[in-house]
């Protein structure tokens, strides 16, 4: 089988929107690949081994693809779809850059399995590490294994919005939270808030596809008893429930004692009253998908709604905020 492979070659700072728009538009998988610079930092503090060699893409940029069925897909028009919306970013104080779009037919062996060459286990907190399936690995005794297989429409749980919530998590939990988390994708925060010590986690996303594979690798850390997948708008399920909406009962009692949301700036700014109100005082959110553009909002909305900071984490150019709701 053929595919479409639409590339966007644009700033590492577009990375999450352009990523977004593709998923929008039915891609049936996206692949990033970052700058390889010499002069890129790599965080070696916790042993990680980086396998990918050095790439000719600038510092600072970045390419994106997305791929799409010949079958199925109208490449022209997908093409067309592109500049309005990336140009729309700048609004948005995202700068796109000088951005390219181009196309190519590629065979399905060509993408398909491809990137899982350079996937390998991965220790991103002090005590947690990231194993894709395929792999065969022996931990050390105070490791703890998140089992991973991200399929082609989520990340490996390297990119330092993920990594800083992990670690974050690492951080805050002490044993036995109920936890909520926003934005799940693969599932990667909810199994990990799991092996440090959560006592139940209810992790909620809008894609029907993420809500499959966050079940499929909760189950394969045999966490299915432990993590409840939802769909859910956002925090909406909650609301949904208070209004004896069917779906069966939630796993976790609300107020909850923690909230993680790794999601984009624009979002966490839209619904930061509802993480407040599902949130026991005390209770402490972790918000991260924060480009550096965006933390003064943030931390504006934060504060706005009630919250106060106790913590930012930064990792290259994107920051968490660590926020308690007071007791």
Not at 115 to 129: A, D, G
Request: glycine share 8%.
């Amino acid at each position: 089988m053929k595919w479409h492979e639409l590339t966007i070659n644009t700033t590492e700072e577009a990375i999450e929107m352009i990523s977004n728009f593709l998923h929008e538009m039915d891609a049936d998988g996206v692949s990033i690949e970052e700058s390889g610079t010499l002069n890129k930092p790599r965080d070696t503090s916790l042993g990680q081994w980086y396998e990918h060699p050095l790439n000719d893409i600038p510092e600072g940029r970045a390419v994106i693809k997305g791929y799409f069925s010949e079958l199925d897909a109208n490449v022209d028009a997908l093409v067309a779809q592109l500049p309005p919306r990336i140009d729309e970013l700048r609004e948005f104080g995202i700068d796109p850059g000088d951005y390219t779009i181009a196309t190519a037919l590629v065979d399905e062996e060509d993408w398909a399995n491809a990137w899982k060459q350079y996937f390998k286990p991965i220790r991103v907190t002090e005590r947690l590490t990231i194993k894709p399936t395929w792999e065969d690995y022996t931990p050390s005794p105070d490791e703890r294994i998140i089992e991973l297989d991200p399929g082609m429409a989520f990340g490996t749980g390297t990119h330092p919005t993920t990594a800083l919530c992990l670690r974050t998590l690492e951080s805050v939990i002490r044993g036995g939270e109920e936890v909520i988390d926003v934005g799940t994708g693969s599932g990667i925060l909810a199994i990990g808030a799991m092996l440090l010590g959560a006592k139940r986690v209810l992790a909620l996303d809008l894609d029907p596809i993420a809500v499959s594979s966050a079940t499929e690798n909760s189950r394969l850390n045999r966490l299915e008893n432990d993590v409840q997948v939802h769909l859910s708008d956002l925090l909406g399920v909650l609301k949904s429930q208070e209004e004896g909406g069917n779906g069966g009962p939630l796993n976790v009692t609300v107020p909850v004692d923690l909230v993680v949301a790794n999601i984009l700036a624009e979002i966490i700014l839209l619904f930061i009253d509802d993480v407040y109100a599902a949130l026991k005082p005390g209770g402490t959110y972790i918000a991260s998908g924060i480009f550096k553009n965006k933390e003064d909002a943030v931390a504006e909305g934060l504060e706005a709604a009630g919250f106060a900071i106790v913590d930012r984490l930064r990792d290259q150019d994107w920051i968490a905020f660590v926020a308690k709701k007071p007791e």
